[in-house]
């Protein structure tokens, strides 16, 4: 049985909505499983996340954004991401689909990696999909990606963590 292939990742107006977080941030918040910044420039960028079945026993999940140009205030914070040379990376991430006989007739396990992970032959179904953008300023960085809980988007911010990220995703 061959492999279906599948992509779910953002679309150009969500990219482009992506790349105004090179411009200033007044201010940034994480609040019910979004991501928002308000630019110095006026707008809001949101990010969010978007589900798809994408067939039996297969979602995925892919990052993607808007551009607000009249938006609610966010609280003004002070953040390494005001000025206007932050580098914006948009990262992928894989996942497929395994059918389980051994755990049932119709049981299956979906997993997920980084690019460039060896998928199994027993793997049915794979989709390549938008799970994170990493914000580099100087030597501050943050990353927003896909959390645990589904539907939701979570900030992380411990140098370390963003450090790991940053490394397995051949950022630095």
Known sequence: ??????SFIADTDSLEALRRL???WAGWELAEGEFRVRLREGGTVLAHVD????ETDF???CLVADFLPDSATLPGRDSPFTSNVNEVAVCR??????RRPDLGPDHSIQ?????GYAIPDSAVAKCDFTDAVAIIAGAAALVVRLALRPGWLEV????DEVLEFLTLRGLR
């Open 51 to 54: 589900r798809a079945l994408i």
């Open 156 to 159: 992380v911010e411990d140098r």
């Open 59 to 61: 979602e995925v999940s």
């Open 111 to 115: 997993f997920s990696g980084v690019p």
């Open 1 to 6: 049985m061959s492999r279906r292939d599948y």
């Open 22 to 24: 090179r411009r200033g």
């Open 93 to 98: 991430g894989v996942t497929w689909l395994e």
